[in-house]
């Protein structure tokens, strides 16, 4: 079955760095574009970020664009979000997403929290 674990989420201070990473496994991952959303506190979720199977098509929220890069490693099934210049509204939940033909599948999430 479909499964996608986050990890690499935590406590970090305004301006700081973090990288996000998703295993993903019982699918063939090169496929399928993936992509990072996140949900804050109250509101909805949102996309951030999406990459295609192959190729550099990359594409950002607005509101991350300059600071996160989405990249994926084909050969060990992982997805990554690096994320530079965090700011405190950049505090979400974060989750890795596939999306196929008749399923939409997410991870368990990671907590990033940005606050001095």
């Known amino acids: ?3 996608l674990v986050e990890s690499g989420g935590g406590l970090v201070q305004p301006g700081g760095s973090l990288r996000l990473s998703c295993a993903a496994s019982g699918f063939t991952f090169s496929r399928y574009a993936m992509s990072w959303y996140r949900q804050a506190p109250g509101l909805e979720r949102e996309l951030v970020a999406t990459v295609p199977s192959a190729g550099s098509t990359t594409r950002y929220a607005d509101s991350v664009r300059g600071r996160f890069a989405i990249s994926r490693d084909n050969a060990k099934n ?3 979000l690096q994320m530079n210049s ?3 509204e950049d505090t979400a939940v974060y989750y890795c997403n596939v999306r ?3 399923s939409n599948y997410w991870g368990q999430g990671t907590q990033v929290t940005v606050s001095s």
């Open 1 to 3: 079955q479909v499964q």
């Open 78 to 80: 992982i997805l990554y």
């Open 86 to 88: 965090l700011k405190s």
């Open 100 to 102: 196929m033909l008749y």
